[in-house]
């Protein structure tokens, strides 16, 4: 059995950056609730990789450092220039801003349950189309599958 080992963020996210600049993939077990109900806490992996920064659009989950300095693997919502605002899938409101120049990696894929799910995939876009839709139902939506799960 490989030893698993916590290595903080700060220290683990930059380098993992300098990976995928590098043409390379990573795997990330995701921590946090904020991209719930589609990627769940440590449950869930994601593939992130390089990008192109002129293609990232609205809809793209990104890992970012955002202007507080946090990391955060959220969705981007709106895109003006080179300014991305992100939001987690499982948040109700707050959103973070960056700049194309802060995104380390785009997630390419989760790995869920030993399956591999493209983000690029038509069904991965639909979801994702109709949860961004849904943002003034997404309390409620919320409420409902956290009771379910």
Same mark, same amino acid.
């Given at each position: 059995?490989?030893?698993?080992?916590? *290595?903080?963020?700060?220290?683990? @996210?930059?380098?993992? &950056?300098?990976?995928? %600049?590098?043409?390379?993939?990573?795997?990330?077990?995701? %921590?946090?609730?904020?991209?719930?109900?589609? *990627?769940?806490?440590?449950?869930?992996?994601?593939?992130?990789?390089?990008? /192109?920064? /002129?293609?990232?659009?609205?809809?793209? #989950?990104?890992?970012?450092?955002?202007?507080? &300095?946090?990391?955060?693997?959220?969705?981007? *919502?709106?895109?003006?220039?080179?300014? @991305?605002?992100?939001?987690?899938?499982?948040?109700?409101?707050?959103?973070?801003?960056?700049?194309?120049?802060?995104?380390?990696?785009? #997630?390419?894929?989760?790995?869920?349950?030993?399956?591999?799910?493209?983000?690029?995939?038509?069904?991965?876009?639909?979801?994702?189309? *109709?949860?961004?839709?849904?943002?003034?139902?997404?309390?409620?939506? @919320?409420?409902?599958?956290?009771?379910?799960?």
């Amino acid at each position: 059995m490989p030893r698993r080992e916590t *290595i903080a963020n700060d220290i683990l @996210l930059p380098e993992m &950056g300098k990976l995928i %600049k590098e043409g390379h993939t990573v795997t990330l077990t995701v %921590k946090g609730v904020s991209m719930s109900p589609f *990627i769940v806490h440590l449950r869930d992996q994601v593939m992130l990789g390089p990008f /192109d920064a /002129d293609a990232l659009k609205r809809g793209d #989950v990104v890992l970012a450092r955002e202007r507080s &300095g946090q990391f955060v693997l959220h969705r981007i *919502i709106g895109r003006e220039g080179d300014r @991305l605002t992100l939001m987690g899938d499982g948040n109700v409101r707050g959103r973070e801003l960056c700049d194309v120049s802060d995104v380390l990696g785009l #997630v390419h894929s989760i790995i869920r349950k030993g399956r591999s799910i493209s983000t690029s995939s038509l069904l991965w876009r639909i979801y994702s189309c *109709i949860w961004m839709t849904l943002s003034p139902l997404r309390r409620w939506l @919320l409420a409902i599958w956290r009771r379910l799960i």
